[in-house]
C-alpha cells in the first residue's frame, strides 16, 4: 500500500484529525495534463494562483514557507510523480499537519483539477462553504493563469 508523503513523519501519515466530510471542487483546463501540472506542481508559482492559501512563498533552507492568513506556514508536495497526485502539506508553526489531496487529471486533451476539501475539527458550517469557496476561486485562477498566459 502507498501512503501520502508527509514531511512531518517517515512512518504512515494520520488524517491530521479531520472527519469524513469532505468536498470535491474542479476546475476544466483547456491545457494538457504535463503543462497544467508541471505549473501548479511548482510552488513559486503558488501565489500566482492559489491566493486562497496566501500571498507569497519562498523557499528557505530547502523548505517552501507561504505567508497566510493565519500566519506563516511550511508547504510540500508530494514528490513528483506521473500520476497527476498533487497532495500537499501544510505545516503550522504549533506543529499540526494539515493534509490536502489534489490531483490533476488528463481528460480529452485537456485536464481536470480535482482539490477535495477536507471539513478540519471545529469547523462551521459557513467557514467550511468559505473554505470551499475559496478552493474554487484558487481553480478558477490557475485555469485563468494557464489559458491566457
Do not use: C
Not at 22 to 29: A, F, G, K, R
Not at 101 to 130: C, K, N, W, Y
Request: glycine letters at 10%; aromatic letters at 8%; charged letters at 20%.
Amino acid at each position: 500500500m502507498s501512503v501520502p508523503f508527509n514531511p512531518a513523519s517517515s512512518l504512515m501519515p494520520d488524517d491530521g484529525g479531520m472527519t469524513s466530510q469532505s468536498w470535491h471542487i474542479s476546475e476544466y483546463i483547456d491545457r494538457p495534463v504535463a503543462q497544467v501540472y508541471r505549473y501548479a506542481s511548482d510552488p513559486a508559482n503558488l501565489s500566482r494562483w492559489a491566493a486562497g492559501l496566501g500571498t507569497s512563498a519562498q523557499q528557505v533552507n530547502g523548505q517552501w514557507l507561504v505567508d497566510t492568513p493565519g500566519g506563516r506556514v511550511r508547504f510540500a508536495f508530494a514528490p513528483r510523480n506521473e500520476l497527476g497526485v498533487l497532495d500537499h502539506y501544510l505545516t503550522l508553526d504549533s506543529g499540526e499537519v494539515i493534509y490536502v489531496p489534489m490531483r490533476v487529471i488528463a481528460d480529452a486533451g485537456g485536464t481536470e483539477v480535482v482539490f477535495t476539501v477536507r471539513r478540519l475539527p471545529g469547523m462551521t458550517d459557513e467557514e467550511f462553504q468559505l473554505d470551499g469557496a475559496a478552493v474554487a476561486a484558487d481553480l478558477a485562477r490557475l485555469k485563468r493563469a494557464l489559458e491566457e498566459g
